[in-house]
């Protein structure tokens, strides 16, 4: 059973840092890319950030170039986003999914070809 839980979310004033946490078990990790998705009620879900299986290649959303940076340890199972400089549009739900190819080709930033995700951890940034 594969298992993607994240952790890290909380409350921030604009211009504060997080970092979110991804753990995923139940499949061979560094099979897959993996990317964050964010979410604000009545919105759809939107792609922030992909990491490739190796963690050699990434890319990232234009909203949130130059201020978050993803990576992955895959003797942890773990990849991680973190956020600096947070402004208030930044506030969301934030999920983990793990893609079903190994490099983010394609439409990463849809949330298509994603099979397995986790509940998500909410990130509120005040003015």
């Known amino acids: 059973q594969v298992q993607v839980v994240e952790s890290g979310g909380g409350l921030v004033q604009a211009g504060g840092s997080l970092r979110l946490s991804c753990t995923v078990s139940?499949?061979?990790?560094?099979?897959?890319?993996m990317t964050w998705f964010r979410q604000t009620p009545g919105e759809e879900r939107e792609g922030v950030s992909c990491?490739?299986?190796?963690?050699?290649?990434?890319a990232y959303a234009d909203s949130v170039k130059g201020r978050f940076t993803i990576s992955r340890d895959n003797r942890k199972n773990t990849v991680y986003l973190q956020m600096n400089n947070l402004r208030p549009e930044d506030t969301a739900m934030y999920y983990c999914?793990?893609?079903?190819?190994?490099?983010?080709?394609?439409?990463?930033?849809?949330?298509?070809?994603?099979?397995?995700w986790g509940q998500g951890t909410q990130v509120t940034v005040s003015p």
């Open positions: 999914a793990v893609y079903d190819y190994k490099f983010c080709v394609g439409l990463w930033e849809e949330d298509r070809g994603y099979n397995y």
């Open positions: 139940g499949l061979t990790f560094d099979d897959y890319a």
């Open positions: 990491i490739s299986w190796s963690a050699s290649k990434d």
